[in-house]
């Protein structure tokens, strides 16, 4: 099924280069080398996984095309463990982390992670719609009308 | 109203259709057709989108950051107030809109056409700056060093060779500004979620309902008559500013939202053969068929999806990311505030890209500039089309010798003509008088532009329509609060202050 792996791609690309996003900018800012992998890599592989896992759930139907109020849940669960990670990851490393040092404790601090994770999931749908608009989608809805009778999640241009 | 349902189907229908019209104001009657049904599913791609894709600029990143970093995250409860006030003209642009497939242009024109000339006027004066494009690609140089004159430049000819060879111009500024709005609220997300704190957030959500809260030195003292004024731009830039309002009636009807289904849609260059023959005016169902109701009642519901959680939502969810960000660099560096109240506009900008390279180990130093240059580019070039729209919607329609080039031809005309006076001014704008002066006397033009448009909305939504469309009692009071809003504001600020920038 060629199709549906292409429809994994546009979540992990999406979380992907969210999280390279970070690494870059420390790249432009002059950050060591070990640092700009760390926290691009920290914070990317596990977003990209999120991203696998949603498209995954996209396609088996658990989650609706286009609806914000799923993913948004999802960008709430999700996104502080990726960050979780981040920081876990170079505190090992480098002896200290992010922000996680400066919070009250862990909890406050992944609640404000699934308040940012919030805005992360709305974002994330935004271009995710947008890169299956062009992407695998059509044609993966076309195949799926025609040879299956599983229900069509409700995507229907005005 | 004086309509009946037509025929079964077919040409008996449309025959019996074409007799029964709908009078509204002093232009052509609309003939009566039916409505078509709203979308099933409340999907996040649409014209709210778009708007708040447009909405979400300057004043989100920038002004109101501004603010939060002079006042405090206290001040916010203006934006909340701001915000939610275009909510509900957003419903009421989209009444129009969605009842008619007309523009609010030809609402105004309805009414009387001077009133519509004068928002041509308006539009002019306010929106052929390339204050935007400037002020980012400004930002773009503080990053690379490189000349903003190329960076201004080059965007601006992209937005033209972008939409010249687009096949449905609409779609391709929905893709656009979607993609670039996601990028910047996800990129936004993870920085706040690297320099922010629960504190900051709880700071923001309190100030947002911190209702009545003005400092002293903003209404008196030595600093008021530059602070007042600044606080009634920053309000006009909550949200969509100026006359974007009244352009989102145009994208309801170019992505065939109720009875703009019925009106042909703006093709690139490249496909203009494929123009279909636009008709002189709108369209109105009948409002007595139980059918068509039902399905109004459909498309309310879509436009209030619209309206509050794609617009609303959205921008209040940028908004708290903004405010926490500017919080964060207030923190990190104090000296800030004090570069800003010495009136160095650009410290924001500098303060807060800085105050982050501090913070997340220089992590985020350059990505503030990025942000704003991303911001610059999308308002100008969404500002452009939307521009371009309006100018070539009322010119169509109102200038009658012009119909003969077609909607379509217009609307290149126009934007290519503020494409080009936008690169004129760019050598002829000094780097000193700099695009923040631009973007100042566009805060105030807008501020009365939105205080015009919620009067004439009063008038169109209820005058102008049948009575069982017509907005209730509730929100006709609040566009009034709002255009008294709007406009007291600006004439408080001149005649206490006597300035109004």
């Known amino acids: 099924m060629r199709v549906l792996r292409l429809l994994k791609i546009p979540g992990m690309v999406t979380g992907f280069v969210a999280g390279l996003l970070v690494g870059g900018l420390a790249a432009v800012a002059g950050a060591p080398t070990s640092y700009i992998v760390v926290s691009a890599l920290g914070l990317g592989v596990p977003l990209a996984v999120f991203g696998i896992i949603y498209d995954a759930l996209l396609d088996a139907g658990r989650i609706p095309f286009g609806r914000i109020a799923p993913v948004a849940l999802y960008g709430i669960l999700t996104f502080p463990i990726a960050r979780l990670i981040q920081e876990l990851l170079l505190t090992a490393i480098f002896g200290q982390g992010i922000t996680l040092q400066h919070e009250s404790g862990v909890l406050s601090f992944l609640v404000f992670q699934g308040i940012m994770g919030f805005g992360y999931g709305i974002g994330f749908l935004m271009i995710h719609s947008q890169i299956i608009e062009v992407s695998a989608w059509r044609a993966y809805r076309k195949q799926a009308k025609e040879e299956s009778n599983q229900p069509q999640t409700a995507e229907k241009r005005v | ?501």
Not at chain 2, 440 to 463: E, P
């Open chain 2, 1 to 501: 109203m004086d309509t009946s349902r037509g025929g079964a189907s077919g040409e008996t229908t449309e025959q019996a259709q074409e007799e029964r019209v709908w009078h509204a104001g002093r232009e052509d009657p609309m003939p009566i057709r039916k409505l078509p049904e709203a979308p099933a599913s409340l999907h996040i791609l649409g014209p709210g989108m778009l708007l708040a894709a447009l909405g979400v600029g300057l004043g989100e990143t920038y002004l109101w950051p501004r603010l939060v970093i002079l006042f405090g995250p206290e001040i916010r409860w203006l934006f909340f107030i701001g915000v939610t006030l275009q909510g509900v003209v957003m419903l009421e642009m989209a009444r129009y809109a969605t009842a008619t497939g007309e523009s609010i242009f030809f609402g105004a024109a309805r009414l009387w056409r001077p009133i519509m000339w004068l928002f041509f006027g308006i539009a002019v004066l306010v929106y052929i700056w390339p204050g935007h494009v400037a002020l980012g690609a400004q930002a773009f140089e503080s990053l690379t060093g490189i000349s903003w004159y190329i960076f201004a430049i080059a965007g601006l000819i992209l937005i033209g060779v972008i939409i010249s060879f687009s096949t449905i111009v609409y779609n391709v500024v929905e893709a656009i500004l979607s993609t670039l709005i996601g990028v910047l609220v996800v990129g936004s997300s993870i920085i706040a979620a690297l320099v922010g704190n629960l504190g900051f957030v709880w700071a923001t959500i309190t100030g947002l309902f911190t209702f009545g809260y003005v400092p002293k030195e903003v209404l008196s003292g030595p600093d008021a008559a530059t602070l007042f004024p600044l606080i009634v731009g920053a309000i006009a830039f909550a949200g969509p500013s100026g006359m974007q309002q009244m352009w989102y009636t145009l994208w309801l009807r170019d992505k065939g939202a109720g009875m703009g289904t019925y009106i042909p849609r703006i093709k690139g260059l490249t496909h203009m053969d494929e123009e279909e023959a636009m008709p002189s005016r709108g369209y109105m169902f009948d409002t007595e068929d139980p059918e068509n109701m039902e399905r109004w009642k459909g498309w309310r519901r879509w436009v209030h999806f619209d309206a509050w959680v794609l617009f609303w939502g959205i921008t209040m969810l940028t908004t708290i990311i903004y405010t926490v960000l500017a919080q964060s660099a207030l923190q990190i560096d104090p000296g800030i505030r004090e570069a800003i109240l010495a009136d160095d506009r650009s410290a924001v900008l500098d303060g807060m890209s800085g105050a982050f390279a501090q913070a997340g180990g220089a992590l985020m130093g350059g990505l503030f500039f990025v942000f704003i240059s991303v911001i610059g580019w999308k308002m100008t070039f969404g500002i452009f089309d939307a521009f371009s729209r309006g100018q070539a919607d009322m010119t169509y329609y109102f200038i009658r010798p012009t119909q003969r080039f077609g909607m379509n031809k217009l609307y290149f005309v126009f934007l290519w003509f503020v494409i080009l006076f936008g690169i004129a001014m760019l050598f002829v704008t000094g780097e000193e008088d700099g695009p923040a002066a631009i973007l100042d006397i566009l805060a105030v033009l807008s501020t009365f532009a939105m205080g015009a448009y919620c009067l004439l909305l009063l008038g169109t939504n209820n005058l102008l329509l049948p009575k069982k469309i017509r907005p209730n009692i509730i929100i006709n009071i609040l566009l009034a609060f709002a255009a008294i809003f709007y406009l007291g504001m600006l004439a408080y600020s001149y005649f206490r202050f006597g300035a109004i920038i």
